[in-house]
């Protein structure tokens, strides 16, 4: 579990110490990335030598981070306060566009008394 801007995030089907008050239903962030002619060369250049590819590193974690974003968002206008079951997916589309996935199921919880 996860606290992100006050927000929770589970990838559990629970959150610890805190009982879950009203399912809101299925919720998603998606956002799509396409990959630029720098680094793509980049990406060309370090598959002769091998090694991390960062151009292609630092693209899918600001995808992440963004999909997580809008994940939250969608949430809260749906009225939930935490996100169970939370999972990330991704694939690409085309050759050069990557789509990322984050979604859950958007829930209503408070803490637990005892």
Do not use: W
Not at 33 to 46: F, P, V
Not at 53 to 70: D, F, I
Not at 92 to 114: C, F, H, P, R, W
């Amino acid at each position: 579990m996860v606290s992100v801007d006050e927000f929770i995030v589970s990838s559990a089907n629970f959150v610890p110490g805190y009982k879950i008050i009203e399912m809101k239903g299925l919720t998603y962030g998606l956002t799509v990335r396409t990959r630029g002619a720098g680094g793509n060369i980049q990406a060309g250049l370090k598959s002769l030598i091998g090694g991390e590819v960062g151009a292609y590193l630092e693209m899918m974690e600001k995808s992440r981070n963004q999909a997580l974003e809008k994940l939250i968002e969608h949430c809260k206008n749906m009225g939930a306060n935490a996100i169970i079951s939370f999972r990330f997916d991704s694939n690409e589309i085309g050759q050069s566009n990557q789509e990322v996935l984050a979604y859950g199921t958007a829930v209503v919880v408070e803490k637990d008394e005892y």
